[in-house]
């Protein structure tokens, strides 16, 4: 594997490494931890044995992803994202046999500072605001803010707001365009569809 690593990064054997993926300052990636290709892991980042990393995956500076975290491609991680694995640690109690798996799915954004309470799956281009403690799955393309983390409102697969009420009654549906790209999405009692990439429906992608 050809990837870059800055002088201070410790790689422990039996780490694999995608090409083309950067590690900065004092990155440290344990045994047995999986990372794929094209990632930029920053200042102080930690990466478990048991981690999962996909392709372009983004961590800023200061995050810890503990094992049994999974982040699927074009994932983003602000900075100070915090991530855990035990729902009620004790340091006179080993529970390892109880780690609680967290799954970040594809193209999701985690903001600065925000807390990902073990357990939880962040849906497809989901978006995490700043600060937010999500203690319950986040549907995709989802927008969440506060604490507890809430339901605030539908992003595009680009990362825009779209012009679409939270919720809506049963049986109703309303449709939406992506300001940057022009896609549509329907959004219908179960969540947000994708109607249209580069001419082609796809569902949720």
């Known amino acids: 594997m050809s990837f870059t690593a800055h002088e201070t990064a410790i790689v422990d054997a039996g780490a694999v490494i995608g090409n083309g993926t950067r590690l900065w300052h004092w990155v440290h990636v344990c045994a047995g931890?999986?990372?794929?290709?094209?990632?930029?892991?920053?200042?102080?980042?930690?990466?478990?044995?048991?981690?999962?990393?996909?392709?372009r995956v983004k961590?800023?500076?200061?995050?810890?992803?503990?094992?049994?975290?999974?982040?699927?491609?074009?994932v983003f991680c602000g900075?100070?994202?915090?991530?855990?694995?035990?729902l009620n640690p004790r340091s006179a109690v080993v529970r390892?046999?109880?780690?609680?798996?967290?799954?970040?799915?594809?193209?999701?954004?985690?903001?600065?500072?925000?807390?990902?309470?073990?357990?939880?799956?962040?849906?497809?281009?989901?978006?995490?605001?700043?600060?937010?403690?999500?203690?319950?799955?986040?549907?995709?393309?989802?927008?969440?803010?506060?604490?507890?983390?809430?339901?605030?409102?539908?992003?595009?697969?680009?990362?825009?707001r779209l012009d679409l009420p939270g919720e809506?009654?049963?049986?109703?549906?309303?449709q939406a365009c992506c300001p940057a790209t022009g896609e549509r999405y329907l959004l219908q009692g179960d969540g947000l569809h994708l109607l249209e990439a580069n001419g082609e429906g796809d569902g949720n992608r």
């Open 33 to 55: 931890a999986r990372i794929g290709e094209d990632c930029s892991l920053g200042q102080g980042v930690y990466v478990g044995g048991a981690a999962r990393l996909g392709r």
């Open 59 to 74: 961590v800023q500076n200061h995050v810890s992803i503990y094992d049994a975290v999974t982040l699927e491609d074009d």
């Open 79 to 86: 900075p100070g994202v915090v991530f855990t694995n035990v």
């Open 96 to 160: 390892k046999a109880q780690y609680r798996p967290t799954l970040v799915r594809r193209g999701a954004t985690l903001g600065a500072n925000c807390t990902l309470v073990c357990g939880v799956t962040i849906g497809e281009y989901a978006l995490v605001g700043a600060g937010a403690v999500v203690t319950h799955d986040v549907k995709p393309y989802a927008l969440v803010l506060g604490v507890p983390a809430r339901h605030a409102g539908w992003v595009s697969a680009h990362g825009e």
């Open 168 to 174: 809506l009654p049963a049986g109703e549906s309303a």
